[in-house]
């Protein structure tokens, strides 16, 4: 069974710290990685996606994949107590015509003010 | 342009009862997706359309659970007869046509089954 594992926190950082959260995932065919915030009652919301090897920085998040390991993380620098939610990765399952994603039970985060 | 749209945003209903849950999704999507949500479990995809067609149903959990999309703007899901077990928040999400995978949820609908 194909599973994407998160520690599930909660992770508390002090605000205007570096948060890192991170996934790993069990099948090594996955193509396409995501990252969902999902705040207390809400929708998931998508914050970032990373297809290829390495960093992939927009503003304050930085998506990293590194496939040898099966492992992606996100960093989030300057951490606001508006970005206290739960994370959740997402992995592209493998598989010619397959577009379903696969979540993990998610991190939650907190930022002390 | 308006986000994934779901009605009701609440449901509460006996147990026995039939529920159906709709979504409606961003324009120009042609995928969509079901998923559940629970503390113990997550998030599960319950099943998934592309062009109106179901693709896998593989995660409908039992034949009391129903799927139909009749158009391109409109889907159901039905559970018939619910049980307490089915309480939870059901999304529904949409993505574009192949090449982005990105998935957009909708704000859900929250079940609860006494």
């Known amino acids: 069974q194909k599973e994407v594992e998160q520690n599930s926190g909660p992770l508390s950082v002090p605000e205007g710290a570096i948060a890192s959260l991170n996934c790993t995932y069990s099948?090594?065919?996955?193509?396409?990685f995501f990252w969902y915030r999902q705040y207390s009652g809400k929708s998931p919301e998508l914050i970032m996606f990373?297809?290829?090897?390495g960093d992939k920085e927009d503003g304050r998040f930085t998506a990293q994949l590194n496939k040898a390991s099966q492992y992606v993380s996100l960093l989030i620098r300057d951490s606001q107590p508006s970005d206290s939610a739960t994370y959740l990765c997402?992995?592209?399952?493998?598989?010619?015509?397959?577009?379903?994603?696969?979540f993990g039970k998610g991190t939650k985060l907190s930022v002390i003010p | 342009d308006a986000g994934v749209i779901q009605s009701p945003r609440h449901e509460v209903t006996e147990m026995g009862q039939e529920v159906t849950l709709r979504c409606k999704p961003i324009?120009?999507?042609?995928?969509l997706f079901w998923y559940r949500q629970t503390m113990m479990r997550g998030l599960e995809l319950l099943i998934y359309f592309n062009n109106n067609v179901p693709i896998d149903d593989s995660g409908m959990p039992e034949d009391r659970f129903s799927a139909k999309m009749p158009n391109a703007s409109f889907s159901t899901l039905k559970i018939q007869p619910s049980e307490p077990r089915d309480s939870a928040v059901y999304f529904c999400a949409s993505s574009p046509p192949p090449g982005r995978d990105e998935q957009y949820f909708g704000p859900g609908t929250r079940l609860t089954v006494t």
């Open positions: 997402a992995v592209r399952v493998s598989g010619a015509g397959s577009y379903q994603l696969t």
């Open positions: 990373i297809y290829s090897n």
């Open positions: 099948d090594r065919g996955s193509q396409s």
């Open positions: 324009s120009g999507h042609d995928y």
